[in-house]
């Protein structure tokens, strides 16, 4: 087994992304976004990483959205043109 580090190193802090949750409020829209992930990483189920990947994917999408439909319903009302 090849390592990339030397004998009896510890890592100083270990990142545990178990159970991961995070909330974001969009500015503009005044609307709240939150996504998680679980803590099953077995059995085929995606890695760690890509789960966290995925849900701050998943959160940004959401923003990107919701302000899209706000921006448009404002210059539909005729918000916008001042």
């Known amino acids: ?6 004998r009896g190193y510890k890592a100083r802090s270990h990142t545990d992304n178990a159970m991961w949750h995070e909330t974001r409020k969009d500015p503009l829209s005044g609307s709240a976004v939150s996504a998680g992930i679980t803590n099953d990483f077995s059995n085929g189920r ?3 990483a890509k789960a966290k990947r995925g849900a701050k994917k998943f959160l940004n999408s959401r923003i990107r959205i919701r302000q899209k439909a706000k921006i448009r319903k404002m210059v539909s009302q005729g918000e916008g043109s001042e």
């Open 46 to 48: 995606r890695g760690e």
């Open 1 to 6: 087994m090849k390592t990339n580090h030397r």
